[in-house]
């Protein structure tokens, strides 16, 4: 499974994961960071079940968590290409079984993305798209 993080100030990840638990919030154990008002260490939580299953929980923040702009406290199972929000991150989960075909579509997605942000607001440098370009490389 892959999840593409979306933020505001960054250009965009596409990080793999594996089954267990992944924390979203402010912390450095985090798996995915975010940063905004009212989001704690550990904000959220992601569940990915040995059988693919994947969900998300929020940990009682007062900001609280949105999947497909509805305010959720728990949801799950979800479905590719669902969004979860939370601060200043769009998480959207891709594939619920990570293939090579994943990784090359993820990484299509992330470098039309890239590029449309460099053209529209040229802010992004080399050493960015070349991060971008490592996390794939990561996720392969």
């Known amino acids: 499974m892959f999840l593409h993080v979306s933020r505001k100030s960054q250009p965009p990840e596409c990080m793999p994961v594996s089954q267990g638990l992944h924390w979203i919030g402010s912390g450095e154990d985090c798996a995915v960071k975010v940063a905004g008002v009212g989001i704690g260490a550990r ?5 990915l079940a040995v059988d693919g299953k994947f969900g998300v929980v929020d940990l009682g923040s007062p900001a609280g968590i949105r999947v ?3 305010r959720v406290v728990t949801a799950g199972p979800l479905s590719e290409r669902d969004i979860i ?3 200043d991150a769009d998480i959207r989960v891709l594939a619920v079984v990570a293939t090579n075909k994943d990784v090359e579509g ?12 460099t053209f529209d607001s ?3 440098s080399t ?7 490592v996390l794939l490389e990561a996720a392969r």
Do not use: F, M, P, Q
């Open 68 to 70: 497909n702009g509805e």
């Open 43 to 47: 904000h959220a939580r992601l569940d």
């Open 127 to 133: 050493k960015e798209i070349r991060r971008s370009s």
């Open 106 to 117: 993820c990484e299509k997605n992330l470098v039309n993305e890239t590029r449309a942000k």
């Open 122 to 124: 040229g802010s992004l």
């Open 85 to 87: 929000s939370c601060g």
